[in-house]
């Protein structure tokens, strides 16, 4: 992965938006209720810049990012989590992968989103239209990976993962997801916060849930007046008294890299490998969907990769 440079040469500001960007969790309600708060301003601006999205686009697809990684906040070891959506309307669908190092990637299948008119709100339901939510959880010590499905409802990337842990775990959760933009369409503060119920809690915990989740500030605009996670989350949940468990690593991650791609080509079918061989046009450009990044094969390299499989 070659990430775009959003800082310029400024080190400082770099190092400051790092510490920044990280996912918090804690218990609520005597441990009634387990939550996470991830503040991923650098990550979204990382993704935009890469991926080279407008504002409705780095929308989108950064509520994705910001789901992935607070969902990845319950994975451990090797285990990994993608988000896909296929629908019916203008975005077509994305894809959102994280794991347990709190790495995040993905993509949008329609880039630029086409708009008819000019935007009058951040409602995205028309962009979705219908169509499904899957998520597949790729767990280390499991001997196949577990895949949960449900219908788009909402519209909205946080109300229909909210519907699909009521259908597929039965688990009362709430999610809030904020990107903030100042006039020009830059993004200056982006964040969310998941909750969730646990097992044998009182339906007193979950109506006191959803009465906190209807007054919660937009996160991405605290952010983005440089309210720090730890108070924002204290002052938010202080009548529930909030106990903070730790924080993590969160990032805009791809491992792909030049040879993984060769790779790739290698196991094309001979009739296709001989195709570019032969005809090109050179340099053979591939692009890595999930982080943008382009990668460069020369006539000289196609060529020893296709004497390689005829060997």
């Known amino acids: 992965m070659i990430k775009k440079k959003i800082f310029r040469d400024s080190l400082k500001d770099q190092l400051r938006a790092s510490a920044r960007d990280k996912l918090y969790s804690f218990l609520l309600a005597d441990g009634d209720i387990r939550g996470g708060m991830v503040h991923g301003t650098k ?75 000019p935007l009058e709100d951040f409602n995205l339901s028309p962009f979705f239209g219908a169509g499904f939510l899957t998520i597949t959880k790729y767990l280390e010590d499991a001997k196949q990976p577990f895949s949960g499905k449900v219908m788009i409802e909402h519209g909205s990337i946080a109300k229909d993962l909210v519907n699909y842990y009521l259908q597929s775990e039965q688990i009362p959760s709430s999610l809030n997801l904020s990107i903030q933009f100042d006039k020009q369409g830059s993004v200056i503060g982006a964040g969310g916060i998941f909750l969730q119920v646990m097992p044998g809690a009182g339906e007193k915990t979950v109506e006191n849930l959803e009465k906190l989740v209807f007054e919660l500030p937009s996160i991405g605009e605290m952010f983005s007046k440089g309210i720090e996670s730890v108070a924002l989350m204290s002052a938010v949940f202080k009548d529930l008294s909030p106990e903070f468990l730790g924080d993590y690593r969160i990032e805009f991650m791809c491992h792909c890299s030049k040879d993984r791609i060769k790779d790739t080509l290698r196991i094309l079918p001979d009739a296709d490998l001989k195709e570019i061989h032969d005809n090109g046009p050179f340099p053979v450009e591939i692009r890595c969907h999930n982080c943008n990044t382009s990668f460069q094969f020369s006539e000289m390299d196609i060529r020893k990769i296709y004497h390689l499989n005829l060997a």
Not at 69 to 84: A, C, F, P, V, Y
Not at 88 to 96: C, M, Q
């Open 43 to 117: 990550m979204i601006n990382e993704m935009r810049v890469n991926h080279e999205l407008g504002i409705l686009e780095t929308l989108v697809l950064g509520h994705g990012y910001l789901a992935g990684s607070l969902m990845g906040g319950t994975l451990k070891g090797n285990d990994r989590l993608s988000i896909q959506i296929e629908c019916s309307g203008p975005i077509k669908g994305l894809t959102v992968e994280t794991n347990a190092f709190g790495e995040v990637r993905g993509f949008l299948k329609n880039v630029p989103i086409p708009v008819d008119k």
